[in-house]
């Protein structure tokens, strides 16, 4: 029986959705108590010709010491299996997922215990320290720190645009993410503790956001490998199958109450954005091209909602972006274009060509065993009249009665999204990922 003490915050369905990796800790303390339960594993994979050729790599590189102001740091690489279920196999595909030491400086070979940084998400990387400061610089006053970037992130074999086009089908497609849940989170977790740890001894897990789900992952299959758990504003779903419709509507509702907000607080963007709005519907291929190779449509422009609305000076952010919107008339009757100035920065908003698992895979974390649907898309048209008011149709929809057009937070517009054939994925995993992240039972109950 392990014994684990655990930190949370508990957040609300909506701020879940909402807020997910750029937030710092705030904790309070809790005292649970956990049984052992081992991760449920899935079919393995089957291995190409390549794989079966190649050498097995070392199981753990660490690299040099190096320096920021105040802290030391090194990195380690581990090449954990694919596939978990088959562990042993010399010719199972092996991946590689890469932590980032951290200490205080001239604490190099002080004996302190470690802490693991889980990365909120999914499918973003853990910061990138370049100095001594927030929460890090307190942590390695007492820690070793890890920040651990999860399978298929940052160095950990990272699943990006471009690598999953080399996987041509969507069935294919699904047969490889299925392998980059926190279940497998938890185990890569658990082979870094035996490789790293002197005497594999147990150590401390920080889970922000999604990685406070993956820290009940850990909580439900693998106590053994936990002194103490904090959790920061995560906090998964439990006792329930799936409850991604029951975030999505206290979401909208948020977001709903967060544009009446935003007009209110900028009533002159209502004309501005009903002016982009109207160019992109009538601009040649129902957009304008970003720089990043898609195409700024109406619906589109919605995203933006998804930062603007969701953090903290979100707000001025959107206004100050939409002020630079058009690019100025230099020769009198010169057409009236966007300006690259926004037409960057909307790329650099709207980041998920940039880490795609975020928006593959988040609605499959309010999930413990499988989704029913695609439930976002199910709801955007049809749930509310808030939501049907927020779905752009054509330019003649778009400006009745001079209504504000509302921002919003849907993801599945995204050029690169549907080029990774998102839907048909997504149709695909309801079938498939048929196997629980978390344990309510094991928890509660024991084996």
Known sequence: MAVVTSFLRCTTAAALAL?????????LAVRLRFPRHRIPTSRAMSSSPAADAAPA???????????????SLRGHRFAVPLDHSSPGSPSAPRITVFGREVVAAGKE???????VYLQG??????????????WVKKA??????????????????????SSLSQITSAAEQVEYLKHFRADNIVKDAEFIRRHLVPDAKPWTILGQSYGGFCAVTYLSFAPEGLKAVLLTGGLPPLGKPCTAETVYRACFKQVQQQNEKYYKRFPQDIQVVHEVVRYLSE?????????????????????????????????????????????PV????????????????FDMWVGFDQNPLYALL????????????FFFICLAGTATPFLKSSVIHGSRDLHRNGQPIRFSMKMEVCLTLLRLQKKAVLCILQERWCFPVFSMRSMLYGP
């Not at 753990?60 to 102001?69: E, I, K, L, N, T």
């Not at 970003?290 to 206004?319: A, I, N, V, Y």
């Open 57 to 71: 790599p070392a199981p753990h590189q660490a690299g040099p010491w190096y320096a920021v102001p105040d802290l």
């Open 109 to 115: 070979e002080a004996p302190l215990p470690y802490l």
């Open 19 to 27: 807020h997910h990796h750029h937030h710092q800790p705030a904790l």
């Open 121 to 134: 998400g999914p499918g973003y990387e853990s910061p990138r320290p370049t100095e001594a400061s927030g």
């Open 362 to 373: 988040h609605e499959s974390i309010y999930c413990e065993v499988t989704f029913d649907t």
């Open 140 to 161: 390695c006053e007492e820690y070793r720190v890890l920040l651990l970037d999860q399978r298929g992130t940052g160095l950990s074999t990272p699943l990006t645009t």
């Open 283 to 327: 601009s040649e291929g129902g957009g304008v091209l970003l720089p990043s190779g898609g195409r700024l449509t109406p619906k589109m422009l919605q995203c933006l909602g998804l930062w603007g609305l969701g953090f903290s000076g979100g707000f001025e952010r959107l206004h100050y972006l939409l002020e630079r919107v058009w690019d």
């Open 330 to 345: 230099l020769v009198p009757g010169a057409k009236k274009n966007i300006s690259y100035y926004f037409l960057k920065e």
